[in-house]
């Protein structure tokens, strides 16, 4: 961990010498002013209150019914100066041109548009008049757009519609064109890398983007024939200890604080039902992008709205259920219950809730254009995906995780003052939760002008590292101790197997961070070290399934063993999704040569359903039938429901991933090869016949999906009516 986080600081600091120079203005060879003093940092603060990445994506990181404004800007500009150069010189349009003298004017527009013409003293950039020309151009079209609204892109009508705001949002869209195709001082490669895929001015991939994911498939294949030899060494080496014959467990009277715990799950089951509506309603805008079924749900809750609040919803409930689970475990594992707990899980829940209605509303009333640019950063939208609800919302939610810290720490540590094999696992479990607590702070390092290559820099922190990263450890860490508490693995086992999967998932996961951030604005070593150690990360996916087996083993050894059947089917499900969501789907967009035609196409919410929901999502599940089952564990259940939800949920979430999101995807990543990426995410493409159809694909899976949650939801709130439970 000491050598990943010094790696990745130090990559830190590389980007940001070398990310792309914030310019002071932007004026032309006769003197005209295109862009003044401030302009695109007020534009970024534009495009984050109307949504920011949830409308649209900047360099390819964003929501996926609009266009990429980077990409978009380039080729209309590019289009733009050609037309004008072929209307001028040979009296027509540039597509109507004979081969040999368009690539006379391409070359032309290569040079115009790749020549860094930077001022560093002065932070002045010059251009020639035509690509103001072609400013004003594509502001109108923006002004119609925003102003206006798109079904096709889900924009709704009045989006932005004041002149001045609209000036410095085109101003943004321009930089980040701007950075995209200049290249670097000194250097033949633009400071995206050559992102996106234009061949109108020359950006193709570098050498770079080929070398290294060969390397990176080296490393992968190298990776599991180290990880294959050592599971096979291993197995003969287990100790497992004779099975109880009654469940350890069934005499456990729950504690205050554990009672306590019961409305976050409540909670999590509501949220759940909001959520998959919400992404029903997000996933239909995509052939509907004005409404619902022809009811004009936009005017209410635009496409920015939905698709915020079903990222946001997602990610309240999962880290609810598994805040509330490590609440729960926390007794279980010290068997002592310290004074007050009880009320310090009341207030921490009283917090959360605060976090969730305030974001959500301010979320709302900022896309809305409720709220100033300035108050929306703090109290509205933030406009970055995952880490939207304003800041005053975030500081709110760190103080809530450093509550929870407390009070997990509180009554870890008798636990931990213990000697013995258990308490090499308990200190695990402190740490895991430490690291949870303090690396959400990673979201606040960026204020509302910093600039987006640093803001990307953190934000990857917060989505990687805290969500994938350390979330996966305190989870391996839970799971390991209860099926130590209930006497099926060998405390040292339990902690070491723990502690080998911590090493693993972080050794490759820290620097394998900046996988994501190869193309914003970031320098080549970013692209070299994240391209390598992403690889590692799929190394312990590819075997996961084994302990998965051993888990379903353990599940049968015991009749009384049969009562955690589906929390430990959850479980396994979250070692199938991440060999499927994390380890395949993630890889097939993590090479360097496949992300660059890929990033921000229907392969990423592919890898994103996938391992989100398939992995967090069916762990915060099983965390949450654990504690549900402990709670009162000498009533059997109906397990029915649970049948019958767990098979919808992996189902629905299979048929979504196969019928449509990969066939939309791979048509899109030919798209993108052969026309540029501008053209796999435009309306015209998107819109034809087959594209409509495979979207529509998306219902069955969806429909299924939707019906395993609502049956979850039902079995959860039978727990409480008593439904639930088998008559005794």
Sequence with gaps: MFFSFLILGWIGTRIYQEMPPLFDKVVTTDGVTLIDSGDVSAGQNVWQSMGGMEVGSIWGHGSYVAPDWTADWLHREAIFILDHWASRDFGTLFEELSNEQQAQLQARL?????????????????????????????????????SNGNAHYAIHPGAVSDPERLRKLSAFFFWTSWAASTNRIDEPVSYTNNWPHEPLVGNL????NIVWTGVSIIVLLAGIAAMAWWYASRREEEDQPPVPESDPLSLWEATPSQHATIKYFWVVAALILVQMLLGVITAHYGVEGDGFYGFPLSEWLPYSVTRTWHVQMGLFWIATAWLAAGLFIGPLVSEYEPKGQRLGVNVLFGALLLVVVGSLTGEWL????????????????????????GRVWQIALMAGLLLWLFLMIRVLLPAMKKTGEQRQLVILLAVATGAIAMF??????WGR??????????????????????????????IAFTFMRLN????????????????????????????HLYFSGTPTVALVWGSVFSALEVVPLVLVGFDATEDLRRSRKSKWVQRYKWPIYFFVAVAFWNMVG?????????????????????????????????????LGIGLMLLCLRVLIPDREWKDGLLKFSFWNLNGGLMAMCILSLLPVGLLQTQASVEHGYWYARSAEFMQTDLMQTLKWMRVPGDTIFFIGAVALVIFVAGLKTGHSFQKS
Aim: charged share 10%; with cysteine.
């Design 366 to 389: 900022s896309i809305h254009n409720k709220l100033t640019d300035a108050v929306s950063f703090y109290l509205g939208h933030q406009g970055y995906e995952y880490v939207d609800l």
């Design 488 to 515: 099926l693995i060998r405390p040292g086992l339990a902690a070491s197997a723990a502690l080998l999967s911590a090493t693993i998932f972080l050794a490759g996961g820290i620097i394998g961070t900046c996988h």
């Design 440 to 445: 959400y702070g990673a979201g606040l390092t």
């Design 110 to 146: 290569t040079d115009l548009l790749r020549t860094n013409t930077f001022d560093i003293e002065s932070g002045v950039v010059i251009i020639d008049p035509i690509r103001a020309e072609a400013f004003e151009s594509n502001l109108a079209h923006y002004s119609d757009v925003f």
């Design 449 to 478: 002008h910093s600039h987006l290559s640093m803001v990307e820099y953190w934000r990857w922190w917060v989505v990687h590292l805290w969500v994938e990263g350390f979330f996966e450890v305190f989870a391996t860490t839970v």
């Design 582 to 618: 994390a380890g395949l789907f993630g890889f097939m967009i993590n090479p360097p040569i496949a992300l660059y035609y890929m990033q921000g196409l229907n392969t990423t919410p592919l890898h994103g359903h996938a391992a989100l929901f398939g992995v967090y999502g069916m």
């Design 205 to 208: 991939p570098t050498g770079d």
